[in-house]
C-alpha cells in the first residue's frame, strides 16, 4: 500500500509562483507513474502533468504547459510541481496520484491541497 500526501498549496497572487510536493511512504513509488490532477469547484477532476517512472518522461495538459514543471526525487520518494505564472484559473484542489502500470488506472490517491490564485 502506498500513502501521497501533498504539501505545499496556498494563496499566491496572479503571475506568482508555488511548489507543490507529494511524499510517498509505504513503498518506493521509482518504477511508478506519478501524476498531478486539480479540481475546481462545481468541475471535474482533470489531468494536469505526469512523469514517468522509467524514462522520467512528462507529460502536461496544454493550459499549463511552459508554466508547470513536474519532476521526481526518488532518493526521497517525493514527486513536485512547480508553478510559475499562476492564473485565477489555476484556482483548484490539487491531487497527487501513483499508478504502477503506465497506461493503466490510478492506483493511489493524496487527499489534495488547496491552491488558490487570486487576481
Known amino acids: 500500500q502506498v500513502q501521497l500526501v501533498e504539501s505545499g498549496g496556498g494563496l499566491v497572487q496572479a503571475g506568482g509562483s508555488l511548489r507543490l510536493s507529494c511524499a510517498a511512504s509505504?513503498?518506493?513509488?521509482?518504477?511508478?507513474?506519478m501524476g498531478w490532477f486539480r479540481q475546481a469547484p462545481g468541475k471535474e477532476r482533470e489531468f494536469v502533468a505526469q512523469?514517468?517512472?522509467?524514462?522520467?518522461?512528462?507529460y502536461y495538459r496544454d493550459s499549463v504547459k511552459g508554466r508547470f514543471t513536474i519532476s521526481r526525487d526518488n532518493n526521497k520518494n517525493t514527486v513536485y510541481l512547480q508553478m510559475n505564472r499562476l492564473k485565477p484559473e489555476d484556482t483548484a484542489l490539487y491531487y497527487c496520484?501513483?499508478?504502477?502500470?503506465?497506461?493503466?488506472?490510478?492506483?493511489?490517491w493524496g487527499q489534495g491541497t488547496q491552491v488558490t490564485v487570486s487576481s
Open positions: 512523469i514517468r517512472g522509467s524514462t522520467g518522461t512528462t
Open positions: 496520484a501513483a499508478r504502477i502500470n503506465f497506461g493503466g488506472d490510478w492506483d493511489y
Open positions: 509505504g513503498r518506493t513509488v521509482s518504477s511508478y507513474a
